[in-house]
Nanobody
Framework: QVQLVESGGGSVQAGGSLRLSCVGS????????LAWFRQAPGKSREAVAS????????NYADSVKDRFVISQDIAKNTLYLQMNDLRPEDTAMYYC????????????????WGQGTQVTVSS
């Protein structure tokens, strides 16, 4: 069974940076896709970025491309999300997820989710 624990959220001013971490156990490397999703108050959960653990292929939502970087440290069982040039619209609860079914941006393809870490960006 996969367990995921996020950390690294916090409050920053616009233009600042944060790095989120997600420590996982039970991940099937070489076949699983790891991803970050976020959900702002009153909005649906949306995909932010993903990385395929086998190929290393990364995907990003258009809204974060060129600002966020997803990476993995397999030896540490850790997924990261480096977030730069943060904007107020990035304010949300951020979740990491693991799965291997469907398109990277589709929530139903992920079988395991963390509890989330809050990111708040003030203007």
């Amino acid at each position: 069974q996969v367990q995921l624990v996020e950390s690294g959220g916090g409050s920053v001013q616009a233009g600042g940076s944060l790095r989120l971490s997600c420590v996982g156990s039970g991940i099937t490397y070489q076949s699983d896709c790891l991803a970050w999703f976020r959900q702002a108050p009153g909005k649906s959960r949306e995909a932010v970025a993903s990385i395929y653990t086998g190929s290393g292929i990364k995907n990003y939502a258009d809204s974060v491309k060129d600002r966020f970087v997803i990476s993995q440290d397999i030896a540490k069982n850790t997924l990261y999300l480096q977030m730069n040039d943060l904007r107020p619209e990035d304010t949300a609860m951020y979740y990491c997820a693991a799965g291997n079914d469907g398109a990277w941006y589709e929530q139903q393809g992920y079988r395991s989710w963390g509890q989330g870490t809050q990111v708040t960006v003030s203007s």
